[in-house]
């Protein structure tokens, strides 16, 4: 591909996932290889005001202060200390804490991509992928180029760039240069198919157990505040215990209460009135509340009991207003 064609399926990218604001000011995180200094490039030429950063960690000792002097003299880049990490995740978590004011950009490529989605499958049973913008705004405009992309694109164009030594010993270092290739073997279109798992929705192993049974009853917290509850071969999407601190909002019910330690929750199998023996799915009975509306009618609970269910048990203290629909 042709440089300017390059730039043109980029900023074909850059539009499409709303990146970078035309003309906006954007810091490139660069490490001084192939990727990063085309990303540097590519921006530039398509008219962005482009600075950079780079990240030394002095991990190489002469090697990586070769590079940050190429960033510096090159690329023109600050270069900043980060010295401090020793795991790949420590590492990862400094790069990114610099230059939070500002809105800053990675090399990431779709070789990353699948090299990401082969190391989840093996990590954790289910593949992940590397987003376009990271949720605290990181933006990633190469993500859907190739690795040999970005290196053609710096040679069509005269410009130089480093190779780190110290890749093969990194785990994308194995992935890269011992596994794909093996891969490559058993099928030429490896890498392509692993791409296309990056956006497969696939779900983690906990809910597919979760799912895979009808017997007796579970639950399972999915983050956000929420849990899947699954009863017998039903399953429904339930609020996470929230404390009686003050008003809690559930749903249409504004619930405050006098007594601490108290929570809000939605109802489960066994539930039953504190210090009674009366199940609260035989009070939803009497109450004459649909099946439909059962796992969202909140429950406020000491421990395991249920002091108080809105609207039809009541408890000295407890105070429960549901507001018009």
Known sequence: MKPRDFRKAVEADIREHELIAPGAAVTCLVSGGADSTCLWHTLRELAYEVSALHVNHGLRGRESDEDAEFCRDVLGAEVVDGRSGSTEDELREIRYSFATDRLRATGHTAS??????LYRIVAS???GKIDWRRSDGVVRPLLSRWRDDTEAYCLAEGLDFRRDS???ATKRGLIRDEILPLLRRLHPAAEGNLLRLADRKTAPPELVALLDSIDGSARLDIGGGRQIVREYDRAWLERSPVALDGEVRWGPWRITAEEKGLKVRGWRPGDH???RRKKIQDVFVDAKVPRSEREAWPLVVRGDEVV?????VEAKGVEAVREPD
């Open 112 to 117: 990353d991509q699948v090299e990401t989605v």
């Open 125 to 127: 049973g289910a593949p």
């Open 166 to 168: 110290s890749n093969p």
């Open 273 to 275: 009135l504190a210090e």
């Open 308 to 312: 108080a269910v809105p609207g039809i």
